[in-house]
């Protein structure tokens, strides 16, 4: 049996760690490669990379998004594919294809609380979300702030600030502590919904996406 290669796409935000134990098996039907979905920013170029680098003709497989970015090299060069796996996707758009926008945020090393303060620029206003003391609704909050310039939210641990932490960022010129209500949100559960408050108030959630 001739030796077919196989291209894998990952999926939006995974790395080629992804298939490390997928790669051993598939190496005895011929050779494999991962293919970098992080160099372009939309289907159409990230697809072009793909094939750029690829064998002439190979076996494709593509997780999640990779499975859209699969239909596109479809698309492309039919006559490459001679195999095809989706896996863990579908034909039609998810959230990440829907929205636009396929950029992965920057994801950055852990601080300790001071180090990111004293690197933090003044001109950008930090809301921080306040289980307790002095904390004005969120929606008071941000209507008394200019709708332009640059923002940023801070949520606590899981078991919330302490108190001389939040003390501390009282203190500080560019902080606005907020409260998000009478309930104690997880931190993952308190970010989204300042962040949704901000979108309406200040961003532009009142705006309409482009007519299609």
Known sequence: MDSLPTVLIPGLGTTPLLYSHQIPALWEF?????????????MGAIAHDILAHA????????????GYIAFEIMRQAP?????????DTSARADTAEQTERLDVPEIRHPAKLEELLAG?????????????GQALPIAQALSQLPPDGAYAVMTGPEG???RSELDALGKLPFVTAVGLGPRVLRADTAALAALSC?????GDGRKRPPTR
């Open 30 to 42: 011929g050779p494999v490669m991962v293919a970098n979905q992080t160099r372009q920013s939309s």
């Open 120 to 132: 933090w620029s003044p001109e950008r206003r930090l809301l921080v979300c306040a289980e307790f």
């Open 160 to 162: 919330g600030f302490a």
């Open 198 to 202: 901000w979108q309406a108030i200040l």
């Open 55 to 66: 064998p002439p003709r190979f076996a494709l497989a593509g997780l999640s998004m990779g």
């Open 79 to 87: 006559d490459r594919v001679l195999k095809l796996a989706l896996l």
